[in-house]
């Protein structure tokens, strides 16, 4: 069963590392992706917040870590994804799993940082350093990031 949260709180790395292998039993592999806050393409950027749909959000990340459990015969799975202002070099979202072989663990990231860019319900706005702010809009590449993962 995946640990999913959503909200304000930062997260600790060998904590969640630690959590994750408890709930996992015997696996031969875990892998990790560590989203951060980085400067904005447009202008210089010192923070960014994340607003969310509170339940649905959550639904919506439980459903994708479901999949991916099956899908990538998951020991067990954490989904961490920050709200609320957080600052340039801050952490945003961690994704890990845990299973039997390093190429499933792998692909089971990735599948879940794709989906969770494309449908999981969060909005995020750019902070700038000249003051002004600017909702960050969908990309294309997210998108096909996305349907990689899509069987036919």
């Known amino acids: 069963m995946a640990f999913i949260r959503v909200g304000p709180e930062d997260f600790d790395l060998g904590t969640e590392m630690a959590a ?3 709930a996992a039993g015997d696996i031969g592999a875990v892998a990790s992706f560590i989203g951060i806050v980085r ?3 447009a202008a210089p950027m010192t923070a960014m917040t994340l607003e969310h749909y509170p339940g649905m959000t959550e639904r919506a990340i ?3 870590a479901a999949e991916a459990e099956t899908r990538f015969a998951l ?3 954490r989904v961490i994804h920050r ?4 600052p340039l070099g801050g952490q945003i ?3 890990m799993t845990a299973c039997g072989h390093r ?7 990735a599948y879940l940082i794709d989906w969770l860019k494309v449908a999981a319900p969060f909005w995020k706005k750019e902070h700038l350093a000249d003051g002004t702010d600017i909702w960050v809009e969908a990309r294309n590449a997210d998108d ?3 349907a990689r993962w899509q069987t036919p």
């Open 62 to 64: 439980a459903s994708m």
């Open 75 to 77: 020991s067990a799975c």
């Open 103 to 109: 190429q499933a663990a792998l692909d089971a990231t």
């Open 39 to 41: 400067g904005g393409a």
């Open 93 to 95: 979202v961690l994704v």
């Open 20 to 22: 994750l292998r408890a």
């Open 144 to 146: 096909s990031a996305a």
């Open 83 to 86: 709200t609320g202002r957080i």
